[in-house]
C-alpha cells in the first residue's frame, strides 16, 4: 500500500514563475492537507480539502496561492508569480474519513522543497 | 493566533540516556499530537493523547496529556542513534475537525 505521494521532491523557480506542486493521497483516503514549513520551523496548515471542495483554507495566502483536488487526479497546489519567501518545504497529508472522536490521522508525503531564485 | 511552544529547542545526548521534552500552550487543546521527523522526510505520528492525564507509551516513548490541557511531554528511554531527528508536538483545539497546529520542534542529536 503506497504512502502518499509527493512531486517534484525538488523544484527550482526564477522569481515570477509559475510552482505546480503535486500530490497523490494514500489509496482510500479522500481528505487531502497542505503544509508549509520553513527552515528551522514547524509546518504551518495551509488548506484542507475533499475530493472537489476546499473545506478550510484558513492558512492560504490572499494571493497567488491556490489549491485544488479533483475528481480525478493528484491534488495540486499552486504558486504564481512565485517570490524569493516562496522557498520552502511543502507538504501533502492526506486521511480517511472524519469520525467523531479520536484523531483523524494525517499521513504525510515526503515534501516538495522549492528554491526560488 | 494560536502557538505551541516547545522545549528545549536542541539537545545532544548520549545513546543510552533518557530524553524528555515538553510542549506548552497558552490556550486549551482537546488533542495532542507527537510527530518525528527525520531528515527530508514528511513527518510521522508516534503517539495520539486524547484525554486530560492520559499517559501512553509506544514503545520506548511515553507521553502525557497535561491536566490543565494546556501541556504536553515526552519522554524516551535509553536513546539509540536512530531517535535522531525533529520531534514535534502538535494539537487541535475541537474533537471533531480542526486544523492540526504544530509547534517550532526540539532537534534531537543522539552521541554514539
Known amino acids: 500500500n503506497a504512502g502518499v505521494m509527493q512531486n517534484p521532491r525538488h523544484l527550482v523557480r526564477r522569481r515570477g514563475q509559475e510552482a505546480r506542486l503535486r500530490c497523490s493521497p494514500m489509496k482510500g483516503h479522500s481528505h487531502v492537507y497542505w503544509y508549509r514549513q520553513l527552515p528551522e520551523e514547524g509546518l504551518k496548515f495551509m488548506v484542507y480539502?475533499?475530493?472537489?471542495?476546499?473545506?478550510?483554507e484558513s492558512g492560504m495566502p490572499k494571493e497567488r496561492f491556490s489549491a485544488e483536488f479533483p475528481k480525478e487526479g493528484p491534488s495540486i497546489l499552486r504558486i504564481q508569480q512565485v517570490v524569493r519567501g516562496d522557498s520552502a518545504a511543502y507538504f501533502c497529508?492526506?486521511?480517511?474519513?472524519?469520525?467523531?472522536?479520536?484523531?483523524?490521522?494525517?499521513?504525510f508525503g515526503p515534501g516538495t522543497r522549492l528554491t526560488v531564485l | 493566533g494560536q502557538q505551541l511552544n516547545q522545549s528545549p529547542q536542541s539537545m545532544f545526548i548520549q545513546e543510552g540516556e533518557d530524553v524528555s521534552m515538553n510542549c506548552t500552550s497558552s490556550?486549551?487543546?482537546?488533542?495532542w499530537l507527537w510527530y518525528k521527523q527525520d531528515p527530508g522526510e514528511g513527518p510521522v505520528l508516534l503517539i495520539a493523547?486524547?484525554?486530560?492525564?492520559e499517559l501512553t507509551s509506544n514503545g520506548r516513548l511515553t507521553a502525557q496529556f497535561g491536566i490543565t490541557r494546556k501541556d504536553s511531554f515526552l519522554n524516551i528511554s535509553a536513546s539509540i542513534p536512530s531517535d535522531v531527528g525533529i520531534y514535534f508536538c502538535a494539537g487541535q483545539r475541537r474533537t471533531s475537525y480542526d486544523k492540526v497546529i504544530f509547534g517550532p520542534g526540539t532537534s534531537l542529536s543522539v552521541i554514539p
Open positions: 493523547l486524547y484525554k486530560a492525564g
Open positions: 497529508a492526506s486521511s480517511p474519513p472524519w469520525t467523531s472522536g479520536g484523531y483523524n490521522e494525517q499521513f
Open positions: 490556550s486549551i487543546f482537546n488533542t
Open positions: 480539502l475533499q475530493k472537489e471542495n476546499i473545506i478550510d
